[in-house]
C-alpha cells in the first residue's frame, strides 16, 4: 500500500499548485486569432492553420481555461478541428464545407468516435486510434492500445485478455496486426494480459472490422495497424513514468533540424522485484487451475517448497525518420518483445521440477517513399518479423532425471512495392506487388522410450499484386479492388475482391456498405503434450493441403451513421462465412473431443451498434453488440451448434468528464455466458501397448452456457506541472478493474481424476478488484 499512499500524498500536494497553473480569461466576441496567440505565449504551444480558416471567426468565454478546453470551445463555437502533431504544435482545421480551407484535409476525419482520441476515417469508416491524444478510459490507467478497442461495438475479449481480440465472429488469430509494417505474432505481456506496445510512441492504430484495403493480405478477420510518429519534432522530448507492473522511458531525439529523427522507448516489467497487488490479481488470474495454484496450495500445506518463481517481461522500440529532401523520406523502424517464466520447486523426497517458457518476437521494417509528382507516389517495404516460443519441463529424482521441450517458431520476411496515381483530387489509382516468405516450425521433444518426438519444418512463398480505384465526391465514397495471391508450394492461386462504399444522405446522415472476400495460410493450432502450465498451448502451423487447409471467408456488411448535435448514432450489420476450420485449430475448443481430426465450417451474423452524446466535457456512450456464431462439423455432430465464443449480447456503457485538470472514467461491461461442452460420461479404449485408458464422451457440443459476465471499471487522472519554469508536464492517477468483486466465470474444464472413477471439474474465474497507479512526467 505505500506506493498508493505515495500518490495520494503526491496529489494533495499537487492541489496547493493549482491556482498558479490556472489561465483565467475573459473574452467577449474577441478575434479568434489574437485569442490564438495568448493561448500560444501561455502554454507554450503552436498552431498550425490556414489564415482563411480565422477570418471573421470571433471567440467568446468567461473563467479558468486550458489548452484541450480552448480546443474544444472553438470546436463548438467555430467548427474548427484540431490534431495534435505533439504536445507542443497543434494543427487547426476547417470543419464546414462552406469553408473553403475544408478542402485542405487529405484524409477527412470525423472528430470523437468515442472519446478524445477515438476518430473515424470519414472515407473507409475505419477507426483511428491516437493514444497520445486519448482521454481517460474506465479501468485503464495508461492508454493501452488493444485494451482500448475492447470498447468499440464488435470488438471483444471473452477470455478477459488484452491481446486475445475476436472481432465479429473472428479468432485472434485471424486478426492481422501490424506495427510499423511488421507482422506481430506475439502481441502481449503477462500472457496476453496486456499489450506489448508502448502507447507512449505509437503515433496511430487503423482499426477496421470491415471494409479492408486490397494492400493487407493473409489474414480473414479484424486488421490493427499501428504507427510511430513520421514527423521530425522540432526539439528533443523524454518521458519516463511507472505503474504497480512495469516502468518505461522513451526519447524523441532531433539529430538534424528538419532532416533526421530518432525515436527510443523501452519497457520493463516490475514484477520479478515488486510483488504489488496488481501483479498477485492478475497472476490469480493467469496461474489459476495450473501448475504454479497447486504447488502454491501445497506449499502452504508444506509438502511442497518453491526453489525458484520469476516472472518479467520486457520491450524495446527504435525508429528512425530521416527526410532526405521535400520528395524522399525513409524510416527504419525495429523492436523486441520479451515474455520469460522461470519456476522450480522440490518435494521432501528430493524430486525438483523446473519449467521454463520464453516467448520472443523480435522484427524490423524498411520504408521509403518517394514523391515523382504532385500525382504519383511511390513507395517500398522491407519488413521481417522473428517469433520464438519455447518451453521447457526437467524432472529429477535422486536416481534420474527427464526433460520435455517443446519449440515453436516463425519467420515471416516481406518486400512490397506500391503506387499512387491521383488523376484528379477525386479519383486515385493503387497498384502493388507484395512478396512473403515464411518459415514455421516446431518440435516436440519427449523424454527418450515415453513418445516418439514430433518434428515438424514448413516453408511456404506467396506472391500477391493488389490494386484499387477510390472515387470521391460530395455525395459518394467508393473504394474498389482486387488482390490475387499465389502460393508456390501449395500451387494455388486466390482471388480476394474487396469492396467498400458510403453515400451522404445529407451532411449528417450517411449510408455504408462493403464485400470482401480473404484467405489466410497460417494459423494457430492447440497442443496439450505436456505443459502443465496451461500457458500458451498454441502453436503458428502452415496449411499443407491436407490436415490444415487454408482458410476462407467472407463478409457482407451493410449500415449508416448519424452525426448531428454532437450525437452519434453507427449501426452497422454484418455476415461472414468462414471453411477450413479443423478441430485443432484454434477456432474449436479441442477439449470437447477425442483426437479424432475433423473439419468444419463457421457462419457468424450480427449487429453493432453505438449511440454516444457529448456535452462539453462530459462524454457518455453505449456500445452494444447482437451477434450469433455457429459451427458445423458434420462428422464430429449433426448440424449446427454455438460456436465457443459465441456471446449474443456484449454491452459497454462508458462515461468520461473532464474538470479543469481531473479526468473521471467510469464504464460498466455486460456480456452473456460463452457456452461449453459438458461431458455425458466416462469412455475406456484400449491403446497400442493393449491398456486401458479413459476418455470423456460427449453427447453434444457447447450444449451449455457459462452465466452472465458483467463489472464496473473506473479511472482518475490529473495532470499538473513541475519545476521553476513549469515546463515539466507531470500526470498521476489510479484505475481499478472490476470494482464491486463480481465473481465471473470466463471458462469450464473437466477432466478425469487419478482413479478414472468420476469427472472433475475447473472453473476459470475472471480478475477480481484490480487496483493500479501511475506517475509519468515528460519534459
Same mark, same amino acid.
Given at each position: ?360 518476437? +523480435? ?28 518451453? +521447457? ?202 483426437? +479424432? ?159 478414472? +472413477? ?22
Amino acid at each position: 500500500m505505500k506506493p498508493l499512499f505515495a500518490i495520494l500524498f503526491l496529489l494533495c500536494f499537487s492541489f496547493c499548485d493549482v491556482n498558479a497553473q490556472d489561465f483565467k480569461v475573459s473574452y467577449d466576441k474577441k478575434d479568434l486569432k489574437a485569442v490564438i496567440q495568448k493561448i500560444e505565449q501561455h502554454f507554450e504551444v503552436r498552431f498550425s492553420y490556414n489564415n482563411s480558416i480565422l477570418e471573421h471567426q470571433k471567440f467568446s468565454y468567461s473563467g479558468t481555461i486550458d489548452v484541450d478546453l480552448f480546443l474544444l470551445e472553438i470546436e463548438i463555437q467555430n467548427r474548427i478541428a484540431s490534431e495534435y502533431i505533439d504536445r507542443k504544435n497543434i494543427i487547426l482545421k476547417g470543419k464546414d464545407k462552406t469553408n473553403p480551407s475544408y478542402i485542405l484535409d487529405e484524409v477527412q476525419i470525423v472528430s470523437e468516435y468515442l472519446t478524445s482520441g477515438f476518430d473515424q476515417n470519414k472515407e473507409d469508416g475505419s477507426i483511428i486510434l491516437n493514444p497520445t491524444q486519448m482521454g481517460v478510459l474506465p479501468g485503464l490507467v495508461e492508454p493501452d492500445v488493444l485494451q482500448s478497442l475492447q470498447l468499440l461495438p464488435g470488438v471483444s475479449s471473452p477470455t478477459e485478455s488484452a491481446t486475445n481480440l475476436h472481432i465479429r465472429g473472428g479468432t485472434p488469430d485471424q486478426n492481422l496486426v501490424l506495427w510499423d509494417g511488421i507482422k506481430m505474432y506475439h502481441q502481449g505481456h503477462l500472457f496476453g494480459m496486456i499489450s506489448a506496445f508502448n502507447p507512449y510512441i505509437t503515433d496511430r492504430v487503423n482499426i477496421y472490422r470491415s471494409g479492408a484495403s486490397a494492400k493487407y493480405g493473409n489474414r480473414i478477420s479484424g486488421i490493427i495497424d499501428m504507427h510511430s510518429s513520421d514527423d521530425i519534432l522540432e526539439k528533443t522530448s523524454v518521458g519516463v513514468g511507472s505503474n504497480l507492473l512495469n516502468a518505461d522511458a522513451y526519447i524523441k531525439l532531433l539529430v538534424i533540424k528538419d532532416k533526421l529523427g530518432l525515436v527510443v522507448s523501452s519497457r520493463r516489467s516490475l514484477t520479478d522485484v515488486f510483488n504489488s497487488i496488481t501483479y498477485q490479481q492478475l497472476g490469480n488470474k493467469v496461474f489459476q487451475n495450473t501448475k504454479i495454484e497447486d504447488i502454491n496450495t501445497q506449499t502452504r500445506e508444506e509438502e511442497l517448497t518453491v526453489l525458484k518463481d520469476q516472472f518479467y517481461f520486457v520491450d524495446f522500440n527504435a525508429k528512425t525518420t530521416w527526410k532526405i529532401n521535400d520528395k524522399n523520406r525513409i524510416n527504419f523502424s525495429s523492436l523486441f518483445v520479451r515474455n520469460e517464466l522461470d519456476y522450480a520447486n522440490s518435494t521432501f523426497e528430493g524430486e525438483t521440477s523446473n519449467d521454463k517458457l520464453d516467448l520472443k518476437n +523480435s522484427g524490423f521494417s524498411l520504408q521509403t517513399d518517394h514523391s515523382v509528382s504532385q500525382n504519383l507516389k511511390l513507395s517500398s517495404n522491407i519488413n521481417y518479423s522473428d517469433y520464438q516460443s519455447d518451453n +521447457s519441463l526437467i524432472e529429477t529424482t535422486p536416481v534420474d532425471s527427464e526433460s520435455y521441450n517443446r519449440t515453436n517458431s516463425v519467420k515471416d520476411f516481406g518486400v512490397s512495392f506500391q503506387s499512387e496515381l491521383s488523376f484528379s483530387p477525386s479519383k486515385k489509382l493503387l497498384l502493388g506487388l507484395e512478396y512473403n516468405d515464411y518459415n514455421v516450425n516446431s518440435l516436440i521433444d519427449f523424454p527418450e522410450g515415453s513418445l516418439e518426438d514430433e518434428i515438424e519444418n514448413n516453408s511456404l512463398n506467396a506472391i500477391n499484386v493488389f490494386g484499387e480505384y477510390r472515387y470521391t465526391s460530395k455525395k459518394w465514397f467508393v473504394n474498389s479492388g482486387l488482390r490475387v495471391s499465389r502460393y508456390g508450394k501449395l500451387n494455388k492461386t486466390f482471388f480476394e475482391p474487396r469492396f467498400y462504399m458510403n453515400y451522404n444522405i445529407n451532411p449528417h446522415f450517411k449510408f455504408k456498405s462493403s464485400g470482401e472476400i480473404k484467405n489466410q495460410a497460417i494459423s494457430q493450432l492447440i497442443t496439450f503434450e505436456f505443459n502443465e502450465l496451461g500457458l500458451h498451448n498454441n502453436v503458428w502451423a502452415l496449411a499443407d493441403n491436407d490436415d490444415i487447409p487454408i482458410l476462407s471467408n467472407y463478409q457482407l456488411t451493410t449500415g449508416f451513421l448519424f452525426d448531428k448535435n454532437n450525437w452519434k448514432l453507427d449501426i452497422e450489420g454484418y455476415y461472414r462465412y468462414t471453411e477450413g476450420l479443423t478441430t485443432s485449430t484454434r477456432g474449436f475448443n479441442s477439449n470437447a473431443i477425442t483426437d +479424432s481430426y475433423f473439419s468444419g465450417k463457421s457462419s457468424a451474423y450480427g449487429i453493432d451498434i453505438l449511440i454516444k452524446k457529448r456535452i462539453k466535457r462530459f462524454r457518455t456512450w453505449l456500445s452494444y453488440s447482437l451477434s450469433k456464431t455457429l459451427f458445423n462439423f458434420g462428422d464430429l455432430q449433426n448440424g449446427n451448434f454455438a460456436g465457443n465464443f459465441d456471446q449474443r449480447h456484449v454491452i459497454s456503457f462508458s462515461n468520461t468528464y473532464k474538470l479543469k485538470r481531473f479526468q473521471f472514467s467510469l464504464g460498466w461491461h455486460f456480456a452473456t455466458g460463452k457456452p461449453f461442452s459438458t461431458p455425458s460420461g466416462i469412455g475406456t479404449f484400449t491403446n497400442e501397448n493393449n491398456e486401458t485408458e479413459s476418455f470423456l464422451e460427449y453427447g453434444s457440443q457447447n450444449n451449455t452456457r457459462l452465466v452472465s459476465y458483467h463489472k464496473l471499471d473506473g479511472s482518475i487522472l490529473y495532470d499538473f506541472k513541475l519545476g521553476k519554469h513549469k515546463n515539466t508536464k507531470a500526470r498521476i492517477g489510479v484505475s481499478f478493474l472490476n470494482i464491486y468483486n463480481h465473481t465471473n466465470q470466463i471458462d469450464r474444464f473437466f477432466n478425469i481424476n487419478s482413479d478414472n +472413477s468420476e469427472i472433475s471439474e475447473e472453473r476459470i474465474i475472471g480478475l477480481r478488484t484490480t487496483p493500479n497507479v501511475v506517475f509519468r512526467v515528460t519534459f
